[in-house]
């Protein structure tokens, strides 16, 4: 598997006059002990980029900052540890029910938050995110809600939350309840929110739920990117047939987010065909050779929508309408612990790929395995490879009976993070084709040398899966 030559940037066409890149700047929080957490969670698997409002108090507060020396100037050396951190129980106890003093508090390290927070705002837009949700726990408590785009509360009863409290954290009734209270009850938060997510129920009731307030968010943040315009029809133009591959992870995205996705493949007039149907594009995404065409029909058709081109070019700022895949731009963490990571987390320790010792593998990161005495070999790609790529959209494979030599391309898997080959480590004849990748492609991230296998080759010379990689050789290779 060889890196295709993701497209990473788009260019819009001069004409269409389209303002900066937006982003879909997004609020969510919650009381304590109301599930806040396990929905931000499900969102940034789902794609969202997350900036992590206490993770960025935590760097405000760090040691030989102005923060953290206001603090103790405000509150007295007592609330510094030993070694000069910041103690936060000590913090606390000063703060828990004197108003003026959590004011006093919420001033000196608010400001510092915001500044931190705009600034991973702008990063995120300038890297061609589209939807950035905060994690706020104190939102109403301590900022302008209408900051953001949109609001979005996850909430509990109270005697659901305290009973979470004394079986999570081994509170207390009376502690329970003084943590309860010094938050904003829920009750005046609700209609202020864009957003409610009941967690009173399971959690497969709650993951409902979230995905979809999320669907929605993503539908938005699609509208938002296309102008802020109802956006429902996107074009997808491709000179050629084989192009069509490199737009998959676009119909995927912006299908999910509600848009009715069209495709034409031909030359000028064949995409003005296409422009003059009911209910022309909203937005027509055209391949690097389909351009020149693209254009010449657009301009035709009356500049219908917004035009852009695909590119090589990697600047993101270039990004008007965001082509990549949910979640492209975020690194995949697919760890036992689901291990988060997000823009406020830049240190993780880093997920061990499962390599199988009875497997034999390429630097192109396929392997293959031979289940019997039999010369049949399955081919696929390995947990490493499938982890780099993120999740799987589509894979373009080979029919029963094709041949192919060793290092031939024998097929094209597209992912949010790259469009990719496929090479056969060995020569052969197909035998079998996974057709559940049709219909299911993420079996390839759930389970790559099981049901994620790819096609079955009888190869020619059995000799030749000696000379590929053991697990060992390919563990040192991706540096493992």
Known sequence: MRDAGCVVAAHSHPASRIPPPVVLNVALTGNIAAGKSTVVDLFQRWGATIIDADALAREAQAPGGEVLAA????????????????????????????????????????????????????????????LVVNDIPLLFEALDPTQFDAVVLVDASVALRRTRLRAMRGLANDEAD????????????????????????????????????????????????????????????????????????????????????RRVTGDAAAIEKALGQPAPP???????????????????????????SLSDDPDPVAVRLDLRPWGAGLTEVRCPDNLRRDLTRASERPCMANIPADLRYTKEHEYAKQP???????????????????????VDLPKVGAAFGRGDVFGTIEAVKAVSELYAPLAGTVTDVNTALEGDPALVNRDPYGAGWMIKLRVKNAAELDQLLNSEAYKKQIGQ
């Open 71 to 130: 603090i103790a100037g405000r509150f007295g050396a007592d609330v510094l540890a030993p070694d000069g951190t910041l103690d936060r129980a000590a913090l606390r106890g000063k703060v828990m029910g004197d108003q003026a003093a959590l004011d006093a508090l919420n001033q000196i390290v608010h400001p510092a938050v915001r500044r931190r927070r705009d600034e991973l705002l702008r990063e995120a837009r300038d890297g061609g995110d589209l």
């Open 178 to 261: 003084r943590m309860i209270a010094a938050q904003m009850p829920a009750e005046r938060k609700r209609p202020k929110s864009d957003f409610v997510i009941e967690n009173e129920g399971s959690l497969k009731e709650l993951e409902r739920q979230a995905r979809a307030a999320f669907d929605e968010l993503r539908h938005r943040a699609a509208v938002a990117a296309l102008g802020g315009r109802p956006a429902r029809v996107l074009l997808l133009a491709a000179a050629e047939a084989r192009e069509q591959p490199t737009l998959h992870p676009i119909a995927a995205r912006y299908a999910a987010a509600g848009l009715a996705v």
């Open 282 to 308: 909203d937005a027509i995404v055209a391949t690097a050779a389909a351009a020149p065409a693209a254009e010449e029909a657009w301009a035709r058709a009356g500049r219908p929508g917004v035009l852009t």
């Open 372 to 394: 019997g005495a039999d010369a049949i070999v399955q081919i696929g790609i390995t947990d490493y490879a499938q982890g780099e790529l993120g999740d799987v959209v589509y």
